[in-house]
């Protein structure tokens, strides 16, 4: 197997997201994420991105303040998995525009749907560039859709209630109770122009 | 409704709100509060009705989950959000169920009928999440169950559902093994898809599959050459060059074949991952042998190029693919020795360690000063806070080491030097684990190797000896530095002063293997002092002697009592004849009248020490010594009774333990005719068979029994077999050639007692082997390097001694390596299930066995039809020669057909006639096993 699993791990330590092509325990897991950590956070700038952990080989690289760290068979090919890494990022960029951890962090379940359709039983399933993220939007697309249909028949009787209002504008109104789910499901969506600015982002998250 | 809707927030926090209050946790106690709060609302909200809460509520825990705490009680909602009709909560459901899931969660049993839906959807969107979520949480009833849905997405309209669906199939194969059979074939179609990424990735999963088990894919292999070939896409490319070097060592003809596109990709990719893939597969795909210096100069030259760029990654596996070329084509890599020299002093320590570990290969005697001077100026810390972590110092002085003995000190030039660098590195290693054991035990190699240098190893050894700080920080070197201290006494300046030394050490600070070579050397020292002719025994000496023979009965007394039986053993052996000296002395006249010494101290006691040198014994000598004819080591001399329930039984074994004891007798008839037979475990062996009846030989039943004793034999894993033919290889336990030596003294004389010399192999004139060489008796094999002779192990046998060589070195590295790995692998793939999975087993073959009896029954018709054109022939001549030529051509086709299943299975006996020999197909097999074990041997001895 190419890749064993994907760890982001912040600057500081912190799990960003995990993603395990193997079968572990939930203990094996913290064992291989904190010996991970350890070695991965005590390299300097310097020194390559390769390193060996048990006997499987341990490729990283960090952007930013993140460390993207692959675990791979140690027959595999340290090169292509940075490659690899790397085309994971690219993909990020493009669909949160401009990634940054805060993206990551608050948007966890978008960076494991771009990886599931980047890699798949540890192999790259695809190498189109273009197509990881056609199929990503394909994805949202019907879940908006989905989300317009619920939001809509939630609506409908308030819709009755209001007079004159002769053409509905989801956006425009306030949502109680549910409608909150729906925010925080769809929060990544909508933004992917890129038209936002990087650092207005810690006062969009909170 | 609108009650519904009214209601206060249905669930406590979104996973935005989660999220930020985890951040605003000032430390982690308050943040695991947080969380575990968290958690107990989760439980409540995914027992809810509303299905947006329950999903929410597993997307909060699985952001939980990855931050390491448990999910697992909620895997049952898990799965009722996953079978949500809604995309969006699907898609959640999904993803915790990916996260979180085990192959032992048990909710799997009741995920397969939601797979199967999800799998048949109409929405090919559902379809790939069921297929990604599957690739994560397959099981083995699950893979069963779905394996075969899945190989009808094979051929999905979609290619994304089809590259997904071939792509998870490598998991099912790990759970199920038995899919491979039935989904090989469109597999196979899969390789000419039209889409890109469904052959790149039905190249994935075959690639992986390969390396468990190359021969099933071999027939691919056309195939997969036309996209090498062909192909542009790197990813591809790498996957399908990687496949390639598993496939290459099993065909021997692939190699011709493979060069000339991976010699044409190396020469014009751009792409160094692809590049360095390509190397790597010339290299571990067995295609780069001795002569082939082209080829070999082409991949050192192109590797060369990683190290002019600054990348560090380039040049990290630069030296990996190097480490793997220098075995074979060590001249060739010297050649950019500049270069990995250079890597030696990287920042990175793990491009030093690479690049030490190659440098073994390319010093010489020109070279080694300064590499080794480089590398100890590395382990002096520079400053307090800038010591180098202790693996890396391990390795260094293993490596330095290692160069140094390499192909017994072919480098070295000056051993004074070399005594010297051993010093220092005992010197700055001080607090570094079980390193000082090697470099003592290479000190005693030296010293025991190299005679010329033994006086000066004798003085640094006295100096460690008594350096109270080895002792305390690098005790490790201090077992062999005593030993050459007692062994090489005669050389010693003074040796009253270290016998001094070592009865003051105090009784905690050494460890009791260390204590128990110092009582072994204290008596050798002390022979040596006190049995010297030259110093006369005047009254004022005997006096003096009796007090230092006097400290030493109380040294000794002391550890007498000694825990360790090796510490207490030899203490107590060495007391008595102590007090006996200590008894001579003092009854010796108090004037000047007899200045000779004391028998015991000038005759006796060195002759304990004295009488042979010892002489480096290679670890395999006691190995190459052949067994004397007729000595049968596998068999039991002490059969124990076996207690049966029936009485059958009981007497079927008690026949059999006769016909054992008469085949017994009949071989030590044999052995009667031979010269005295005086080894201890014979002559045991022996009258414990004296004891059974003799009978006359039946000597057909005796090879019956043999015969059956082999093919029991041959079951056993413990049993190395061994045929008529190799007779005199040995399985005797092979000893460490260092422990005898360090053992001391003792040795020749428990030797004497068991009178070597008449151990039959003396007088047994094997012509293969040359003259037998005792161990004490030296016939010394000698190297003329400089002017320093080296003293070579002493062998059996074969001269052809693989202590320097570069393989066993590797070998004797990577064991090391395996060891410091030796910590339980958690990054297990089980994929054991496919290493013996033989696709051309059982379904192939009966395929082929039925194509074959067509072909038969096809030629028997035409050879009827033959013999009735015969009787036409006067007839019709023409037709006859018509069905004769296709006779001929159906035979072939028999013949061919015959070919390729016996190719697919070489085991298997022949397909026509398999009923008649059974039996044969069973020796067959012995065959094998037997040549497997031969083989085996032969490893070994290399």
């Not at chain 1, 962090?105 to 399933?125: P, R, T, V």
């Not at chain 2, 003995?405 to 700055?428: C, G, H, P, Q, R």
């Not at chain 2, 005792?774 to 003293?791: C, D, G």
Request: proline share 4%.
């Amino acid at each position: 197997m190419a890749v064993q699993y994907i760890i982001l791990l912040s600057r500081q330590g912190k799990v960003r997201l995990a993603k395990w092509f193997l079968t572990l325990s939930l203990k094996e897991k913290s064992k291989i994420v904190k010996d991970v950590s350890t070695l991965v956070l005590g390299r300097r700038t310097k020194m390559c991105n390769f390193l060996e952990y048990k006997e499987s080989k341990v490729v990283y690289r960090r952007y930013a303040s993140l460390f993207f760290i692959a675990g791979i068979d140690s027959s595999d090919n340290e090169l292509i998995t940075l490659e690899t890494i790397h085309r994971y990022v690219e993909q990020m960029d493009r669909y949160y525009g401009n990634v940054c951890e805060l993206d990551i962090i608050f948007n966890f379940q978008k960076a494991y749907y771009i990886l599931d359709e980047l890699l798949l039983a540890g192999e790259l399933q695809e190498s189109s560039k273009r197509d990881v993220l056609r199929r990503i939007s394909q994805q949202d697309a019907l879940e908006e859709a989905e989300g317009d249909e619920e939001k809509f028949s939630r609506l409908m009787p308030y819709i009755s209630q209001l007079p004159g209002l002769t053409s509905y504008d989801g956006s425009g109104l306030p949502v109680p109770g549910s409608g909150s789910s729906s925010t925080s499901f769809s929060s990544g969506r909508g933004r992917s122009a890129g038209s936002r600015v990087a650092t207005s982002r810690e006062e969009y998250y909170g | 409704m609108s009650t519904r809707v009214k209601k206060t927030p249905l669930f406590k926090k979104s996973l935005h709100d989660l999220i930020r209050g985890i951040r605003g946790c000032k430390d982690p106690a308050a943040t695991d509060k947080y969380i575990r709060d968290a958690i107990s609302e989760c439980r409540q909200e995914v027992l809810s009705q509303d299905m947006d809460v329950k999903t929410m509520a597993v997307l909060k825990l699985a952001y939980l989950q990855m931050l390491g705490y448990d999910m697992s009680w909620a895997s049952f909602n898990v799965l009722e959000v996953m079978s949500s009709p809604k995309f969006a909560q699907k898609r959640v459901g999904y993803l915790a169920a990916m996260q979180s899931f085990g192959v032992d969660t048990d909710v799997l049993m009741l995920a397969t009928n939601m797979l199967k839906k999800d799998l048949a959807s109409s929405n090919h969107l559902d379809v790939a999440m069921a297929i990604s979520g599957l690739s994560n949480i397959v099981s083995p009833s699950l893979a069963r169950d779905l394996a075969e849905d899945l190989i009808k997405m094979m051929n999905h309209s979609k290619p994304y559902v089809r590259k997904k669906a071939v792509m998870v199939m490598y998991k099912i194969f790990l759970q199920f093994p038995e899919a491979l059979r039935t989904s090989f074939p469109r597999l196979r179609d899969k390789l000419e898809d039209p889409e890109i990424s469904v052959v790149s990735a039905t190249v994935n999963v075959i690639c992986e599959l390969a390396k468990k088990h190359p021969k099933n894919y071999l027939p691919l292999a056309p195939q997969l050459f036309n996209i090498l070939t062909t192909s542009s896409n790197n990813w591809m490319l790498i996957k399908i060059i990687k496949l390639f070097a598993s496939l290459a060592p099993i065909e021997p003809r692939l190699k011709a074949k493979l060069i000339p596109p991976i010699t044409n990709i190396i020469q014009t990719t751009t792409a160094m991952s692809l590049l360095y893939e390509c190397i790597n597969c010339i290299v571990s795909g067995g295609m780069l042998s001795k002569d082939d210096e082209q080829l070999a100069t082409m991949c050192v030259g192109k590797l060369r190029i990683f190290f002019e760029e600054t990348d560090q990654n380039l040049k990290f596996v630069g030296l990996l693919a190097y480490n793997k070329i220098v075995l074979t084509h060590p001249l060739l890599v010297a050649q950019n020795a500049d270069v990995i020299m250079d890597c030696m002093d990287d920042p990175d320590l793990s491009i030093r360690e690479r690049a030490v570990e190659l440098v073994v290969y390319l010093v010489n005697t020109d070279t080694l000063f300064e590499v080794v001077k480089r590398l100890m100026l590395q382990l002096i810390p520079q400053s307090r806070d800038q010591v180098l972590p202790e693996h890396y110092r391990t390795e260094v002085v293993r490596r330095i080491l290692d160069m140094c003995s390499n192909n017994t000190y072919a480098n070295v030039t000056n051993f004074e030097w070399y005594v010297a660098v051993l010093v220092d590195l005992v010197k700055i290693t001080e607090g570094v684990k079980d390193i000082g054991a090697e470099i003592g035990m290479e000190l005693q190699n030296v010293a025991v190797r190299v005679r010329s240098v033994r006086d000066y190893a004798v003085g640094a050894s006295v100096r460690m000896v008594t350096d109270k700080d080895i002792m305390i920080k690098n005790p490790g070197v201090l077992k062999y530095a005593g030993w050459i201290v007692g062994e090489y006494a005669i050389y010693l300046d003074n040796p009253e002063f270290i016998l001094d030394a070592i009865v003051n050490i105090d009784r905690q600070t050494l460890s009791d293997d260390i204590k128990a070579v110092y009582i072994q050397a204290i008596p050798k020292i002390y022979c040596q002092y006190a049995g010297s002719d030259r110093i006369p025994w005047t009254h004022s000496r005997t006096q003096e002697m009796f007090q230092l023979t006097e400290n030493i009965v109380s040294y000794l007394e002391k550890y007498s009592t000694s825990m360790d039986i090796e510490v207490q053993e030899r203490s107590v052996e060495f007391l008595e004849m102590f007090r006996l000296i200590a008894l001579a002395i003092n009854e010796r006249p108090t004037d000047d009248s007899d200045l000779t010494s004391p028998a015991l101290v000038s005759q006796a006691m060195p002759s304990m020490f004295n009488f042979w040198e010892l002489n480096p014994v290679s670890a395999k000598a006691q190995k190459r010594i052949p067994i004397p004819e007729g000595l049968d080591l596998d068999e039991e001399f002490n059969v124990p009774v076996v207690y049966s329930e029936s009485e059958d039984e009981e007497e079927a074994l008690l026949r059999e333990q006769i016909m054992k004891q008469q085949e017994l007798n009949s071989s030590k008839n044999i052995n009667a005719a031979s010269p005295s037979v005086t080894v201890k475990t014979k002559s045991k062996s022996k009258s414990s068979r004296e004891a059974a009846p003799s009978e006359s030989e039946d000597e057909e039943e005796m090879e019956r029994r043999r015969h059956e004793r082999r093919r029991r034999q041959a079951e056993d894993p413990y049993y190395i077999l061994e045929s008529d033919k190799v007779a005199s290889k040995s399985r005797k336990p092979r000893r460490d050639s260092e422990s005898s030596e360090s053992s001391g003294p003792e040795d020749p004389m428990k030797n004497e007692k068991l009178d070597i010399d008449s151990i039959p192999i003396m007088k047994l004139e094997i012509a293969s082997i040359a003259a037998p060489v005792t161990k004490k008796k030296s016939k010394r094999h000698r190297t003329q390097l400089a002017h320093v002779e080296i003293a070579k192990e002493e062998t059996f046998g074969d001269e052809h001694d693989a202590s320097g060589d570069p393989e066993e070195i590797a070998q004797r590295r990577s064991s090391a390596r395996a060891a410091s790995h030796r910590a339980k692998n958690i990054l297990r793939v089980d994929a054991r299930g496919l290493e013996n999975y033989d696709l051309d087993s059982a379904d192939e073959d009966e395929a082929d066995r039925q194509e074959v009896e067509k072909f038969k029954a096809e030629i028997l018709e035409a050879r009827k039809n033959a013999a009735k054109a015969a009787e036409e022939e006067v007839k019709a001549t023409h037709i006859v020669v018509k069905k004769k030529k296709r006779k001929a051509k159906l035979v072939k086709k028999v013949k061919k057909g015959k070919e390729k299943s016996d190719d697919k299975a070489s085991q298997k006996p022949a397909e026509e006639d398999n009923e008649k020999n059974d039996d044969k197909s069973q020796e067959k097999v012995e065959e094998k096993v037997e040549e497997n074990a031969e083989e085996m041997i032969d490893g070994k001895e290399e």
